[in-house]
């Protein structure tokens, strides 16, 4: 079994900061990468960043240059820092963890979500 576990939301003003944390455990082989996807109420689940193996990184377009995910390899971390937030940055953010557990199976597992709401 694989768990993933956010934290680190929270309510922020426009223009401000919050760093979100994930932590994948468990039967964990090795992880081929862990990301941030983002759901707004009555829009689709989006991609908001995502570092595989080796370190490279993608973001999505309406985060670039404001948004920095990194990587705590020993401890199967993942964090996002969020800078200039805006008000439409709000959102559930989940993390996803692409894992090969112990028995060789890759699979894609999802944290709970965490609220981050930025008002205005």
């Known amino acids: 079994q694989v768990q993933v576990v956010e934290s680190g939301g929270g309510l922020v003003q426009a223009g401000g900061s919050l760093r979100l944390s994930c932590a994948a455990s468990?039967?964990?082989?090795?992880?081929?990468?862990m990301g941030w996807y983002r759901q707004a109420p009555g829009k689709q689940r989006e991609l908001v960043a995502r570092?595989?193996?080796?370190?490279?990184?993608n973001y999505g377009d309406s985060v670039k240059g404001r948004f920095t995910i990194s990587r705590d390899n020993a401890k199967n971390t993942v964090y996002l820092q969020m800078n200039s937030l805006k008000t439409e940055d709000t959102a559930v953010y989940y993390c996803?963890?692409?894992?090969?557990?112990?028995?060789?199976?890759?699979?894609?597992?999802w944290g709970q979500g965490t609220q981050v709401t930025v008002s205005s």
């Open positions: 996803n963890a692409r894992v090969t557990t112990l028995i060789l199976k890759t699979d894609d597992y």
């Open positions: 468990g039967t964990i082989f090795s992880i081929n990468a």
């Open positions: 570092i595989i193996s080796g370190g490279i990184t």
